[in-house]
């Protein structure tokens, strides 16, 4: 009977160990890019893959250590086991060349570790090169702003949201918060930077695929940190050049009379108070707002809400109608807008393309 229950639970083990394992398996393949978007085991840039690289090595020397370890452990206690009538096994207490052995040996691992580590913090750590893009970015409760310098530093092109860079060209980020300590951070780019009131803090990064990569703030900051999102549009050099030159120009007129109804409303209500919309070929604002995101080219966006909501008429209606529902804690207040205000500002703002 003993036999027989023991096959019977060996039996149930087995298919229980099999499915964890092709579970964990799974979670391996390309797929899981689609279940875990924000990984870090799938790098786009130098710098993330010097990242993974050192964590791939430690955790194999780990595991191979522990290997090493619990079979040596494994073995001494099958080894010397407790047996009637056997003499007390031999007493190594005090052995000079053992005691040298093992602590010779743990600071080769710590060596084996410590260079790599060391080599990887100063390959992270350095100085951008000259011909680097340098973008500004601004932490705000709870939401990122992007500044690009354009027209050899004489205007300046700003957005929200969704940094864009050019696949094989260095980038830094030069980065501040406008409030409270954030931390930026999209895992496929690279490690995380703490974003520091009255400080500036860099990242250096090439990036190699084009492709959008999800981030998001990394440091508790308030009600909606959780929601404070970002992604990175990683664009050809041709395709960045005209997303750029598209954001370095004005905001387009409104040609529709329902667009200039939302128009009116947004440029004279209290839209104006805190965000800007640039038109004329000075780029004249026309709101003078400098508390919420920029929103010249807002309806190229992908997104609205710092990323959690897709850019469409739908979404957009739904935040315009009570912000602090679909954000807790969000700065842009209930404005009471009427179903029909919000309808003739949703058709203006899809129009800033």
Known sequence: MKSRAKRSGYSLRMPAFGLALLTLLAAC????????????????????????????????????????????????????RYQPGHPEPEQVHGNARLELLWTFIPALILAAIAVPTVRTIFATQREAPANALTI????????????????????????????????????????????????????????????????????NFTPE???????????????????????????????????????????????????????QLVTKGACAGCHVIQY????????????????????????????ILENNAENLAKWLKNPPEVKPGSKMPNLNLKDEEIRFIVAYLQTLQ
């Not at 830094?172 to 009255?198: A, E, Y």
């Not at 598209?246 to 009379?257: I, K, L």
């Not at 004329?280 to 990323?307: I, K, M, Q, Y």
Request: glycine share 12%; proline share 6%.
């Open 136 to 203: 500004e970015v601004h932490g705000w409760q709870w939401w990122w702003e992007y500044r690009y310098a354009v027209n050899g530093g004489r205007d300046t092109v700003v957005t929200a949201n969704e940094i864009h860079v050019p696949v094989g060209t260095p980038v830094q980020l030069r980065m501040t918060s406008g409030d409270v300590l954030h931390s930026f951070w999209i895992p496929q780019m690279g490690g995380k930077r703490d974003v520091i009131p009255n400080k500036v803090n860099t990242l």
């Open 29 to 80: 393949g390309e797929d899981h890019l689609k279940t875990y978007p924000q990984t870090t085991f799938a790098p786009v840039t130098e710098f993330a893959r010097q990242s993974d690289w050192l964590f791939k090595y430690t955790l194999v020397l780990g595991v191979l250590v522990g290997l090493f370890v619990f079979g040596l452990l494994g073995y001494i206690v099958w080894r010397f």
């Open 280 to 307: 004329g070929a000075s780029r004249d604002s026309a709101t003078v707002g400098r508390t919420g995101p920029n929103l010249t080219h807002f309806g190229s966006r992908r997104t609205l809400a710092a990323g």
């Open 209 to 263: 695929e084009p492709g959008v990569y999800l981030g998001q703030c990394a440091e508790f900051c308030g009600d909606s940190h959780a929601l404070m999102k970002m992604r990175m549009i990683a664009h050809t050099p041709e395709g960045f050049q005209e997303w750029l030159r598209n954001e370095a120009g004005p905001a387009p007129t409104p040609r529709d009379s329902a667009v200039a109804l939302g128009k």
